[in-house]
């Protein structure tokens, strides 16, 4: 399997952070959908499917959504507002007034919530306007401040707007309340109009668990896809003619006072949003990058739950990473096909310049990697991984592993998460080490064991870093592992080359088939070179959790 991993971007510009931060500890606490402490910001959990006219004449006509009292369309008319460099934009956040019927205008202010506790939970303030234009005074003094530190002196000017015709049902299911917004209109910039069907549900009143519930039924019995770019984010690329980019896994940046229950939590949310967060990319775009952070991040969600299951023996735990290597596996012809195109592209390819000696066997590739493409792009629009995808957030939402310990087990979950982190850390390093020994004198099925011990160890130390960064840099020892990494990884790559290049060609493509065969060999051997000595500088580093 051929793969290219690069560690995790850094966390967000300390500025922005602090202002994210200051709009949500000002913002007044809205209504709790669930107990929350009384500092928790106002926010919104909602769960959008994107739909057809047919499936949304499905789901209205659906038993599943029948409502429980009349339920007529309205019109609702959207203005959102930016700075003319879409400040608000960069940070993912969206600012609207809305008018509904003849109803007064209500100005909206939504943003992602730093603390990363739920992929289908934003901040979102509403208050009342007067007109159809935002007004900042209206809202709390901190909150108006932090926007003005976004925008500075820049003019907010109206982007686009959307018109939907809206029938919204009140759905019961035991204690909680979920509202559906059925949603059909038109996305407008300028002259253009995109249209915009969409199933949304949002929690009113219970718990979050029960939402994801319902919507996985809802998945599972109706033509809907669940889709996490909102309206602004798709009117916002609609408008610039941009397309929404892949997206690498963001740090954990565990609070240093988080225990194991807590960092269960956030690690595994942190897998699901760095997964649907590409789902956007594949659908409409082509960058090989999008199918290769999906697959990474379904690397990290079976890693991280194989570790905790040591500590939590919790049977959904390896049912959950039974599912997630099915998804990876089933992505993985199409990320094959874009990485072997890299390599030749970017090696033999690029060394001999004869673009037309290559020409065969990268048009055989080509329909090779078409074919996978449109397979992925199905596997994204069925049920299958929506159902993963919500069953695993109720999963979370309802703490589920902790009905696998009983009394004082359930101790280990209160315990800080650096006891945890230090053992695991240890444990997974001494693997490393274990399985690396007379590394040089491997085969490559055991070299490739290492590799996979060495995945284990970064991804547990990028979960674990924020935990020590206080007392040692894990920066060092995680880009030491990476490139380790990617050093074993040169005879995997030999080794798909000549998977691909054993199928059968076109005659004309045996020469440049040879030269990319002999090309990877001589990788691998340079490779080994630098192997040698790498992995004895990596035997002597200290490690940050010490």
């Known amino acids: 399997m051929i793969e290219s991993e690069t560690l995790p971007p850094q966390a967000e510009a300390p500025v922005e952070a602090q202002v994210e931060a200051k709009i949500e500890a000002a913002a007044p606490p809205a209504p709790p959908a669930e107990p929350k402490s009384p500092a928790a910001p106002p926010q919104e959990v909602e769960v959008k499917f994107a739909t057809d006219a047919a499936g949304l004449a499905a ?69 009342r306007a007067s007109k159809l234009e935002p007004d900042l005074a ?59 069907r969409e199933v949304e549900l949002e929690l009113k009143a219970g718990q979050a668990q029960e939402l994801y519930d319902f919507a996985a039924t809802l ?49 595994i949310v942190g897998a699901i949003d760095h997964y649907l967060a590409n789902w956007a990319s594949l659908r409409c775009g082509d960058d090989p990058e999008s199918i290769h952070q999906m697959r990474v991040a379904l690397r990290r969600l079976r890693a991280a739950l194989g570790m905790l299951k040591r500590a939590i023996p919790c049977p959904e735990f390896e049912a959950f990473r039974e599912e997630a290597k099915a998804l990876a596996t089933a992505l993985g012809p199409a990320r094959d096909s874009d990485a072997l195109r890299e390599l030749i592209e970017d090696g033999p390819m690029g060394h001999f310049g004869d673009r037309k000696d290559f020409a065969p066997l990268l048009a055989a590739l080509e329909s090779r990697r078409a074919a996978a493409y449109v397979e992925s792009r199905a596997l994204i629009e069925s049920a299958r991984p929506s159902l993963f995808v919500l069953r695993l957030s109720a999963f979370v939402a309802r703490r589920g592993w902790r009905n696998a310990l009983t009394g004082a087990e359930l101790t280990v979950l209160t315990e800080p998460v650096t006891v945890f982190a230090a053992e695991a850390l240890e444990r997974l390093h001494k693997r490393v080490l274990k399985r690396g020994k007379k590394l040089m004198t491997l085969p490559d099925e055991q070299r490739h064991q290492v590799r996979i011990a060495l995945k284990n160890l970064r991804y547990a130390g990028e979960f674990f870093a924020s935990c020590f960064a206080d007392q040692r840099d894990p920066a060092p020892f995680l880009r030491a592992a990476a490139n380790l990494q990617g050093l074993l990884g040169a005879h995997n790559d030999a080794a798909s ?31 080994d070179e630098g192997l040698a000595q790498d992995w004895r500088r990596f035997k002597k580093m200290r490690a940050f959790w010490r």
Not at 246 to 266: F, G, H, M, S, Y
Not at 505 to 514: L, Q, V, Y
Request: charged share 25%.
């Open 497 to 527: 080359a000549d998977h691909f290049l054993s199928l059968p060609h076109a005659p004309d493509a045996a020469r440049a088939a040879g030269i990319v065969s002999g090309w990877y060999a001589r990788n691998a051997i340079i490779a």
């Open 59 to 127: 789901a209205l006509a659906s038993p599943l959504l029948r409502a429980e009292g009349p339920s007529p369309a309205r019109k609702l008319i959207s203005i959102y507002f930016d700075t003319p460099d879409w400040d608000l934009k960069k940070r993912k956040m969206a600012l609207r007034v809305r008018r509904s019927g003849r109803g007064a205008p209500v100005m909206t202010l939504k943003w992602p919530l730093l603390s990363g506790g739920d992929v289908f939970a934003r901040g979102e303030i509403e208050v």
């Open 138 to 196: 209206l809202l709390d003094p901190d909150v108006a401040e932090g926007l003005r530190q976004i925008i500075g002196d820049a003019p907010l000017e109206a982007k686009y707007e959307t018109r939907i015709s809206r029938v919204a049902r009140l759905i019961t299911r035991g204690t909680t309340k979920i509202e559906v917004a059925f949603d059909d209109g038109i996305i407008k910039a300028g002259e253009n109009e995109l249209p915009l």
């Open 219 to 267: 998945a599972e019995a109706l033509p809907l896809r669940l889709d996490l770019v909102s309206k602004a984010e798709r009117a916002s690329h609609f408008c610039l003619g941009s397309e929404p980019k892949p997206v690498k896994a963001k740090p954990a940046a565990l609070p240093a006072d988080a225990n194991l229950d807590e960092a269960t939590a956030r690690i």
